[in-house]
């Protein structure tokens, strides 16, 4: 019996076929589109990406209560605070959709009226950013700052500065 070149000592026979129903020509379409698409496996969920980005939001809030006028630093901060409130309102849809599907809607509806703030702000806050309104971003910020207000940083920030070229990002979105 040669296991290297592939003899199994099956002595002529073909290798049984656990799938056979399908036809060799199921099977090599089946190969192809194995071939063109990947398998996507997303690590972290809804969830955990919602605490990321709240967290995010309350270390750029206090990072722009800390800005005495408005510079290029100041504007990405605020940009960043609007394009993350509506990724935590994009979270909270991909959360709630499991739910629906196994019929708790009274459990999905709360959790999106607990959130629906995200959106609001979110793109109040990215209205005032494009028109540089910095009275509106200030009272959005507050109005952010407490809503979040339970959310606790870690001791040592591991986020580093999301908010760099977040005023660019929303520039581009804002002109598609």
Same mark, same amino acid.
């Given at each position: 019996?040669?296991?290297?070149?592939?003899?199994?000592g099956?002595? +002529? #026979?073909h290798? #049984?076929?656990?799938?056979?129903?399908?036809t060799?020509?199921? !099977?090599?379409?089946?190969?192809?589109?194995?071939?063109?698409?990947?398998?996507?496996?997303?690590i972290? +969920?809804? +969830?955990?990406?919602?605490?990321?980005?709240? !967290?995010a939001?309350?270390?750029?809030?206090?990072? &722009?209560t800390?800005?005495t006028?408005?510079?290029?630093?100041?504007r990405?901060l605020?940009?960043?605070?609007?394009l993350? #409130?509506?990724?935590?309102d994009?979270?909270?849809?991909?959360?709630v959709?499991p739910?629906?599907?196994?019929g708790?809607? &009274?459990?999905?509806?709360?959790?999106?009226?607990?959130?629906?703030?995200?959106?609001?702000?979110?793109?109040?806050?990215?209205?005032?950013?494009?028109?540089?309104?910095?009275?509106?971003?200030? +009272?959005?910020?507050?109005?952010?700052?407490?809503? &979040?207000?339970h959310?606790?940083?870690?001791?040592?920030?591991?986020?580093?500065?999301?908010?760099?070229?977040?005023?660019?990002?929303?520039?581009?979105?804002?002109?598609?």
């Open positions: 019996m040669n296991v290297e070149n592939g003899d199994c099956t002595s +002529g #026979l290798r #049984l076929d656990l799938h056979t129903s399908r060799e020509s199921q !099977r090599a379409r089946n190969r192809s589109r194995e071939a063109d698409l990947g398998r996507v496996i997303k972290e +969920g809804a +969830g955990k990406e919602r605490k990321r980005l709240t !967290r939001v309350v270390l750029a809030i206090r990072e &722009l800390q800005q006028e408005p510079d290029s630093k100041t990405d605020a940009a960043f605070i609007a993350a #409130l509506l990724a935590i994009e979270t909270v849809d991909e959360s959709t739910w629906e599907k196994r708790y809607w &009274l459990k999905a509806d709360r959790f999106r009226l607990e959130w629906a703030w995200a959106r609001r702000l979110g793109e109040e806050m990215r209205e005032a950013v494009i028109s540089e309104d910095w009275a509106t971003i200030a +009272g959005t910020a507050a109005q952010v700052a407490e809503k &979040l207000d959310v606790r940083l870690p001791k040592r920030n591991a986020l580093g500065t999301p908010w760099e070229g977040a005023w660019e990002q929303l520039k581009k979105r804002a002109e598609s």
